[in-house]
């Protein structure tokens, strides 16, 4: 169980947006920054959000993120077969005393 | 840009200790949190542990009793030893720079390496 809860999966067509969420609590996502990484099959994961929103250079603006109390979300505009991918959020609990992800979502782009 | 290349053997016996070395490159080791992280085969990711390069560390609560990170500048590496290991330690083993929660978050990636706990 995952102290980060994301949803397993979400899919969407060519072109449509999705979006991701990650719930945490005070401890967490409330008092820690937020980021986003995309694991493609077979890769290492690879940043792209940091700081809640903010995006590394490379990373197209398709790519968003945004934070509110204890939830963060991801959002992919003009999805592409290539964003399929695995894509966890991350942050630290401040509690545990513990870097801590979500467990994954998986995005299908249909 | 910062490169990350982890090495070490990809079978370990269980019992005994798991150790791997991350060689940094393309940056100085003495700039930054460097942490690890692993992912079980079809799983999700698990922070481990980080390390400032002044020797500040941080684990896992559930792996601290078997986890010890260093670093050591003049090489541009950091180590990771994880003792006592069994199949569930079985994992693609990642060095990373930076930290979760903090303002880069983690960057940069090495490739991965996949560890296996088996006699």
């Known amino acids: 169980q995952s102290v980060l809860t994301q949803p397993p999966s979400v899919s969407a067509a060519p072109g449509q947006k999705v979006t991701i969420s990650c719930s945490g609590s005070?401890?967490?996502?409330?008092?820690?920054?937020v980021s986003w990484y995309q694991q493609l099959p077979g890769t290492a994961p690879k940043l792209l959000i940091y700081?809640?929103?903010r995006r590394p250079s490379g990373i197209p603006d398709r790519f968003s993120g945004s934070k509110s109390g204890t939830s963060a979300t991801l959002g992919i505009t003009g999805l592409q077969t290539g964003d399929e991918a695995d894509y966890y959020c991350g942050s630290w609990d401040s509690s545990l005393s513990s870097g801590v992800f979500g467990g994954g979502t998986k995005l299908t782009v249909l | 840009q910062v490169q990350l290349r982890e090495s070490g053997p990809g079978l370990v016996k269980p019992s005994e200790t798991l150790s791997l070395t991350c060689t940094v490159s393309?940056?100085?080791?003495?700039?930054?949190?460097w942490s690890w992280i692993r992912q079980p085969p079809g799983k999700g990711l698990e922070w481990i542990a980080y390390i400032y390069y002044s020797g500040s560390t941080n684990y896992n609560p559930s792996l601290k009793s078997r986890v010890t990170i260093s670093v050591d500048t003049s090489k541009d590496q950091f180590s990771l030893k994880l003792s006592s290991v069994t199949a569930a330690d079985t994992a693609v083993y990642y060095c990373?720079?930076?930290?979760?929660?903090?303002?880069?978050?983690?960057?940069?990636w090495g490739q991965g390496t996949l560890v296996t706990v088996s006699s």
């Open positions: 990373a720079s930076g930290i979760l929660g903090a303002t880069t978050g983690v960057d940069y």
């Open positions: 393309g940056g100085s080791i003495s700039s930054s949190y």
């Open positions: 700081e809640n929103y």
């Open positions: 005070s401890s967490n996502i409330g008092n820690n920054f």
